[in-house]
């Protein structure tokens, strides 16, 4: 099987891919169906990649196509996360999930809750540790994944979502943006929250 991997950071993800024997192609930039016609792509995956999948993509690609999420969906689909979670105390996890036409609102394959300390982590080293977390679940569930062995999650509640710009705003206000212990985030974005009240 022939693998599209869509990320900034494909290395544990090779790591992976390579054990089954697949092969595989890295790309970032913007995908189109006579692209993954010319590359003869079986199977897409998508970690940090940046950019909208088409429509026709995700319906030639419907049980083919994943995303792997540093959030417990459907908690904190959309951008930063991370961030999200630890300022409106939802729960903290990862999450591997199908693309559909909307945003991280594919049927979930698989997700974990991560406990972080918010006394010991920034921002960033939470980051880091879920990118790990989500890294070892794609690793344990890879051979379950390609060969469409698994039941969907349905999950109970809505969930949550932001927008890219929404972060960005929020993370202007902390004192040492991604360095901020995540403790002191939660404090700060409450003072600010309360001066505008």
């Known amino acids: 099987m022939k693998i599209l991997i869509l990320s900034p950071y494909p290395k544990?993800?090779?790591?992976t891919i390579k054990k089954t024997?697949?092969?595989?192609?890295?790309?970032?930039?913007?995908?189109?169906?006579?692209?993954?016609?010319?590359?003869?792509?079986?199977?897409?995956i998508s970690y940090g990649y940046q950019?909208?999948?088409?429509?026709?993509i995700i319906q030639k690609y419907k049980n083919s196509i994943i995303n792997l999420h540093i959030s417990f969906l459907p908690f904190n689909r959309?951008?930063?996360?991370?961030?999200?979670?630890?300022m409106e105390g939802t729960p903290s996890g990862i999450s591997i999930h199908q693309i559909d036409e909307g945003i991280?609102?594919?049927?979930?394959?698989?997700?974990?809750?991560i406990l972080i300390d918010a006394e010991n982590h920034t921002l960033?080293?939470?980051?880091?540790?879920?990118?790990?977390?989500?890294?070892i679940l794609f690793e344990r569930n890879w051979a379950k994944i390609r060969q469409r062995n698994y039941k969907l999650i349905l999950p109970i509640d809505n969930g949550t979502f932001h927008l890219k710009k929404e972060g960005i705003e929020l993370?202007?206000?902390?004192?040492?943006?991604?360095?901020t212990n995540i403790k002191k985030a939660i404090s700060e974005s409450n003072n600010f929250k309360n001066k505008l009240l």
């Open 21 to 44: 024997g697949d092969s595989y192609e890295i790309y970032s930039k913007k995908i189109n169906l006579s692209f993954l016609k010319e590359k003869e792509i079986d199977f897409i």
């Open 78 to 86: 959309g951008s930063h996360p991370n961030l999200w979670s630890h």
């Open 12 to 15: 544990k993800i090779i790591q």
């Open 171 to 179: 993370l202007s206000l902390l004192s040492e943006g991604w360095d």
């Open 124 to 135: 960033r080293t939470s980051y880091e540790l879920l990118k790990s977390e989500l890294e």
């Open 104 to 113: 991280d609102t594919g049927g979930i394959i698989f997700r974990k809750k």
């Open 51 to 56: 950019h909208i999948v088409e429509k026709e």
